[in-house]
């Protein structure tokens, strides 16, 4: 900055350009408009302008029974559909009263770690994609391809999964399933150790991101970040350990915290949620290994009312038959009541605030969705920075378009 | 010890068009080497907005690798490419930014609507959601699924590599061509 | 000791007394509704109070009911005290013909786009924002879609078949191009 060019104020030279930094740019991942007055390189001042996909996801909820509801969560964060899918029934199972087996809750928690696991993998790549290094998302991405392969084992889709059902899941883990879970877990923890030497001592890439966009504890708590951004700027908040669901709390795992809260920090908290996750899905499949007989069968709650029956009972046995009509219809009624139900998505607390009134449909549903609400700070974080560094902030922030605009 | 040898023997080479071949040249009709040359280095355009992104950026890493279509590079500026990929769900305040992004496009220009939501809105049939991206632009490949798989995804690319093919040189200039701009809109 | 929600409730009724009216916990997350000229009074003091500590806006949205003459829209407001792992809900209920309720963006940074958002689906005009403009459709939007009496579908559309997507009342059907 020493060979800036000091202009005097009221200079005709010394005026701000307005630079569109559109919704089409290949940096920005997702449709973000930012209109930046800037002094040269330096940014003075931002205005963001979201909605550039909005799909009226809760519009749309108001008029769908509850199981067609979670095609549409699918959509919301897609690069972790299974969190939100999981989040959505979970949400379910509050209000419908519904408690699961412990297997159930070991399984989801082996999904869910598995989505975040491979939505930090992009956001981590992708920071690197943009500081210039492309080859860390070509590695990387092969491991996505491996997590993919274990959603289809179960659930039969890569991206959308619409995983699982109220009360657990479609079928159960077969023996591929658990063996390609196995090779993930012998490949990948080599992979993240060659990206992280690649990327977290190295002299360029720490300059790039360290300073940038940082944000103090006080001013991101009053934003309503959450998630990894939150914690990078020094708070240990994590909805599984403070709202514990699906039996996190039987589990050992830390929460990485950060100190400045700039994208360095952000890099590093991400990396080391997912060592944490590896953890997770270690002990989750220990614990899976260590039901026998019976109880290994188990994979979803005993509710027939919401619980699609089996398929031969439903040819064979009248209420059954029944139950597999009114799910499939729509025509459960909901009790009356109003939960509101978190979960820890990969970019923060991803909440469902349901209104039932006893009708087939939500009378709301509104998702609480994180990047919405910490996208607004992004202005502040930006500001008296420069252009590239507002491309790494935007990307390090980990901004799913399709979560921001529902 | 050195790794032995191993050719892939499995590799499709790109035929060499018909023509009259003699000692040192090839003459051949123009329109097949311009569409040769067309159909093996399309680079597109990723109008990447929802999901199918995602997916596309799948299809671009190293396990379906768009690149051995000859799409190495994909662009962000309309200027430098040939197909503009339309991957994700395209609100209607997303419409104007599109149509001026395939304004832009230089001729010879294709669009790839991948996935249901370009191609016809999805599963999102509601008040703000653009019901198909054919409402705005001419679009000369539909991608179904929700996300289609990469596999989809190179199909239509192939898909497009063979419309590139049959072309010739001629449409952009025909009538015909310019009526369906016409009808659009886009002069 | 421990905060509970019986603790805060009494801290709040010491506070406002009858104004606070509707108590209740469902799923175990203490549920109250406040008048809405007193709904900055109250976000100030949970957020003030030592005792009480609510510093962090987890959720702004409204509800619209249209049967309740007179208070049709409700704004409900998360709030979470991260420290003693306490969530709160208060809903602040506003008639549809003048639906004004103070923006809490003065206290709470992240209620910015949030009361947009509110803004934009309901209708609910929150006085003291800084930029009440729409946010996520577009600005020509004439009306406020979430609310009960507009359907999802865009009215505008003339290439669907009704008669196919059982409408009985199938309009004319005319195939675009």
Redesign the interface.
Known sequence: MSNHIILPDGSLEKQTTTLNLGPTHPATHGVFQNILEMDGEKILNATSTVGYIHRAFEKIAERRPLYQITPLTDRLNYCSSPINNMGWHIACEKILKISLPKRVDYLRIIIMELARISDHLICNSIVGVDSGAYSGFLYLMQYRELIYEIYEEVCGARLTTNIGRIGGFERNFTDTAFRKLEKFLDEYPKQLKEFENLFSRNRIFMERTMGCGAISAERALNYGFTGPNLRAAGVDYDVRVHTPYSSYQDFDFTIPVGTTGDCYDRFLVRNAEMWQSLSLIKQAYQKVQEFKGAEAEVFHADSPAYYLPPKQDVYTKMEEMIYHFKIVMGEIDMPVGEVYSPVEGANGELGFYLVCDGGRTPYRLHFRRPCFIYYQAFPELIRNGMLSDAIITMSSLNLIAGELDA | MPRPVQYNNKVKFEGIPEGYMGEGFMATNLEKMVSMARKNSLWPLP?A???CG??F??TM???YDIARFGSERVG?SPRQCDLLMVM??I????GP?LKQ?YTQMAEPRWVMAVGACASSGG???????L?GI??IIPVDVYVPG??P?PEAILDGLMKVQELVNKEGLRRRHSQQYKELLN?YGIN | MALTNDLVKQALIEKFGDALTDWGEPYDMLTFTAPKELNLKVLQFLYDEETLKFRFLTDLQAVHFPDNQGAELAVVYHLHNLQDNIRLRFKVFTSIDNPEVFSATALYQSANWMERETYDFFGVQFVGHPNLIRILNVEEMDYFPLRKEYPVEDQTRVDKDDEMFGRLHAKNVKNHE
Not at chain 2, 91 to 94: E, H, N, R, S
Not at chain 2, 123 to 129: E, H, K, L, R
């Open positions: 109008f907005t929802s999901c995602i997916e950026m799948a890493a190293s396990h962000f994700g769900t609100a209607k305040k997303m930014v992004v599963i999102f049939d509601s008040y703000s959601v019901q054919d409402q929700c996300a798989r009808s």
